[in-house]
């Protein structure tokens, strides 16, 4: 009983969570709900005895990627009023969207056939084992390909969020090492004498 007050309680915290991260007009006050939304998630995890997902969850995505997006939302600079310009135009697709998702939780909570009982909760580990462990070996020898995949697909986003901070723009201060590191002692410093003035 306990454990399913804070499966709502948690559920409930994450649907406002994802519900502020589409409707917010600041785009740092929607990456600070993603957090909370990642938070509330690895609870949830937790709740079905997967520890290491829920760590992983917070500390690569709540500790890395979205300290890594904040970043590069600040740096960027963006236009939200422009971005926002073009929302009401795709409503229907976002629309279509949830309904198609709708539908399928619905489907796998009815999916009785598929041996799939959503309203019972995890079934309890054996004394002894690790879920971690059983996590690894499914991993590396089953989902080796997939996991290097989604790797090479991490890097390519990497060096895209390089790319487009260090792109020239107007105005923009930037630094030159070379001349920084050639300047010599006595170019520091510039000794200006001028004459003194009578106060008025």
């Known amino acids: 009983m306990f454990v399913e007050v804070l499966f709502y ?3 409930a915290v994450l649907m ?6 589409i409707t917010s007009r600041n785009p740092v006050y929607s990456a600070l ?3 909370v939304c990642f ?3 690895a609870a ?3 709740l079905i005895e997967a520890e290491f997902l829920a760590i992983v969850l917070v500390l690569v995505y709540v500790g890395a990627v979205m300290v890594l997006f904040l970043f590069v939302v600040m740096m960027l600079n963006i236009d939200v009023e422009k971005v926002r310009s073009g929302f009401t135009r795709h409503a229907w697709l976002g629309v279509v969207v949830t309904l198609v998702v709708i ?7 009815y999916a009785r056939r598929l041996g799939i009982d959503a309203t019972r909760g995890a079934a309890p580990l054996v004394p002894g084992s690790s879920n971690t462990a059983e996590l690894g070996v499914a991993l590396f020898t089953r989902y080796a390909y997939p996991v290097e995949l989604a790797a090479m ?3 390519v986003a990497i060096v895209a969020a390089i790319a487009l901070t260090m792109r020239k723009r107007r105005g923009l201060k930037v630094q030159n090492i070379s001349a920084q590191v050639a300047v010599r002692a006595s170019e520091r410093v510039r000794i200006v004498k001028m004459d003194a003035e009578r106060r008025s």
């Open 9 to 11: 309680a948690f559920a």
């Open 103 to 109: 539908a399928e939780i619905v489907g796998v909570i």
């Open 39 to 41: 938070v509330t998630s």
């Open 153 to 155: 697909l991490l890097l």
């Open 33 to 35: 709900s993603l957090v």
């Open 44 to 46: 949830l995890w937790l």
């Open 16 to 21: 406002a969570a994802g519900v502020t991260v």
